[in-house]
């Protein structure tokens, strides 16, 4: 093994290229990261080929002789034997190039950031989408002959629980996949999921529990045989509140400008919408681009979901207001318009809307 691409640079590389597991259905284990620091000539070939961004490169190294910080290169220690298939191969010709798993990728990631970070990265990587800045909306959706979800709530857990006690990471990547959820479509499905889940510490409203494109069978009349006939309706986010009134569900779909503009998009947005109003015990929202890239119209959009579902407002009360306000200006910033990085929490120069938000 010639190098080991982990942490923040393997997360970025995942968000952007297929699942390499769908096309390596069996490849050499291996357990450990090289013991020695990469060459300086694969490491500017990696960079350029590699599309993962202009921040160092993240390399795994088994050895502390080999933990050397470059100007390319940021070297992460790692001297315990890992699980089987904690390490991928890349499959790059000539070169013997892995990639942390992205199971690993989630618990390395969740160690080096704040429960915020954790958690988008948890979101990015049980995803169903994977950045293309080509397309129109900026995503691709990720099922196809070729591609499949990275990984699944599921399998994060199994793999984080399976860690040994004090595996750096391990109980934050614990504590964030309580809000981690499978099969996002897009960064702002699952930004959003984040604002309506998170309690009001991490920024969020704490509206109810959330699921994401959960299919509902909606009654749509009687065919000729006078048989009662159903189509399948995939709302984009379910909130699921208990009240005095027991579950209130309240279901919201974001409609990107970038997807959803022209005028045969906008009919179709519309019929779906009257049917899902249609189905018994549950309040139908929509949210557009520019209802949630301003502050103040998506504060406004958040508190009439909240009147819907009955919830009272959670923000602390009148000592605890301003911090409050304060973190859900910060969290909107990373999840929701761009201007932060939603892994780091770092302002980002020249911020502007995330493509695949907007």
Known sequence: ?????????????????????????????????????????????????????????????????????????????????????ALIPLGIRGRNVWITSPALTFVQVAGVTDRIGAIAAGNSLCSSYMLDWLEDAGVVYRPSVDDAPLVSVR?????????????????RALRALKYVHDGARSPMEWGLAMEFE??????????????????????????????????????????AAHGRRGVILARIDYDAYSVHSNELREVMDSRRRNQL????????????????????????????????????????????????????ITLWQRVISGERDCYTGRLVKDASPIRGRC
């Not at 933990?67 to 790692?78: E, G, N």
């Not at 509206?207 to 045989?225: C, I, P, Q, R």
Request: with cysteine; aromatic share 8%; charged share 25%.
């Open 155 to 171: 399998q994060l857990l199994s793999f984080v629980r399976g860690l040994p006690e004090g595996f750096y990471g391990k109980a």
């Open 277 to 328: 109003a249609s189905y018994a015990g549950m309040v139908q929202f929509s949210l557009r681009t520019s209802q949630v890239m301003r502050y103040s119209e998506f504060e406004q959009e958040i508190e009439w979901i909240r009147i819907s579902l009955g919830q009272r407002r959670k923000d602390g009360g009148k000592r605890r207001q301003g911090k409050t306000w304060d973190r859900r």
């Open 1 to 85: 093994m010639d190098i080991c691409i982990s942490h923040h640079s393997a997360l970025d590389w995942y968000v952007h290229h297929r699942n390499p597991c769908s096309r390596f259905q069996e490849f050499e284990h291996a357990v450990k990261a090289p013991d020695h620091a990469p060459e300086v000539a694969l490491v500017d070939h990696l960079v350029t080929i590699l599309d993962i961004g202009d921040q160092k490169l993240d390399v795994m190294v088994s050895s502390p002789n080999a933990r050397h910080a470059t100007a390319l290169v940021s070297s992460h220690l790692c001297s315990s034997e890992l699980p089987e298939g």
């Open 198 to 239: 998170l309690p009001p510490g991490l920024g969020g409203y704490a509206l109810g529990k959330v699921t994401l494109n959960e299919a509902l069978a909606v009654y749509d009349g009687m065919d000729s045989a006078s048989r009662r006939t159903y189509v399948e309706r995939i709302p984009d986010i379910t909130i």
